[in-house]
């Protein structure tokens, strides 16, 4: 029910903006938004592009136990999900352009934070508090903050995590076309470079 109710708020995203302001008929309102968006849902879409569920719940498992997890927790057949997922995107990325593109990752990134911080408060209610969780992973020595030996075979080290984390996200948010399609959606350049002084 929930997960329907998410992919139906995201095609209904797509048709209002197929039939509102320009109803896409220009390319650079399909492609580019009209360069008409503010800093706050294109900052948001940047954000969104790139760190998907599977982002969270993978990079956490990976920081926690050195390996990769993923649960089935729908019950949906993969083939299936693949299936309408897709459709569901293709359907308001088509008919919405990049403007129904940014507001829809402005939605599932407010979901995104809603269930991390679900998360937190049943696994701290559970636990019985966050400093219970906390101290279970200072006894399991899971809280290596500062690790700075040059040994490549440790897997986490600080130098590998800023040298390689640096290379990755200058990868993602510096030349990636996702992410320069989204800033040239911002309708002043300088907006784009100082989010702080932009409206909402």
């Not at 926690?64 to 997922?85: E, R, S």
């Not at 903050?145 to 075979?153: A, H, I, L, N, R």
Request: hydrophobic share 50%; glycine share 10%.
């Amino acid at each position: 029910m929930v997960l329907a109710s998410i992919l139906i708020i995201s095609a209904l995203i797509g048709l209002y903006y197929r039939y509102t302001g320009g109803k896409q008929k220009t390319t650079k309102e399909y492609l580019m938004a009209d360069q008409s968006m503010t800093t706050f849902p294109v900052s948001f879409s940047l954000m969104a592009s790139f760190m998907s569920a599977i982002t969270l719940m993978g990079v956490s498992t990976e920081s926690y136990q050195f390996g990769t997890i993923f649960g089935a927790v729908t019950g949906i057949p993969k083939g299936m999900a693949i299936l309408v997922l897709g459709l569901v995107c293709t359907f308001y990325s088509t008919l919405g352009g990049l403007k129904a593109v940014l507001i829809t990752d402005v939605f599932q990134s407010f979901l995104m934070f809603a269930a991390i911080f679900a998360v937190i408060a049943v696994s701290a209610i559970k636990a019985g508090g966050l400093g219970t969780i906390w101290e279970v992973a200072r006894e399991r020595e899971r809280l290596k903050f500062f690790e700075f030996s040059v040994d490549p075979t440790v897997r986490h080290t600080w130098w590998n995590l800023i040298i390689g984390g640096m290379v990755t996200y200058l990868s993602l948010y510096g030349v990636n076309q996702t992410q320069v399609q989204r800033l040239l959606s911002v309708g002043i350049v300088v907006e784009s470079a100082n989010p702080g002084t932009a409206q909402l």
